[in-house]
Nanobody, 121 residues
């Protein structure tokens, strides 16, 4: 089994910054990618950013140039550095861990419980 724990959420003013962290743990852990999704009230969960273990990343258009994803593969940790935050970024942010080899997903995902990010004055 895989345990996924997020941290770093909180209340921040528009234009501010936050850094989210996610740590995955478990025995015989083989990770294809780790990433961040978010879900605001009344909306579906959406991909924010993700990065494979080999270093390939993707971002949703609304956060490009503002958010940066990074990973420490040795620690099974992924970070999301968020800058220039906007009220519309308010959501519960969930860490996703996708198991697989370095080159191929197994189609098996594990999720954290989420960390709330609130952008408001």
């Amino acid at each position: 089994q895989v345990q996924v724990v997020e941290s770093g959420g909180g209340l921040v003013q528009p234009g501010g910054s936050l850094r989210l962290s996610c740590v995955a743990s478990g025995s015989s852990l083989s990770i294809y990618a780790m990433g961040w999704y978010r879900q605001s009230s009344g909306n579906e969960r959406e991909l924010v950013a993700a990065m494979t273990t080999t270093g390939r990343s993707t971002y949703t258009d609304s956060v490009k140039a503002r958010f940066t994803i990074s990973r420490d593969n040795a620690k099974n940790t992924v970070y999301l550095n968020m800058t220039s935050l906007k009220p519309e970024d308010t959501a519960v942010y969930y860490c996703n861990v996708r198991l697989g080899s370095l080159w191929e997903s197994y189609g098996e995902d594990y999720w954290g419980k989420g960390t709330l990010v609130t952008v408001s004055s």
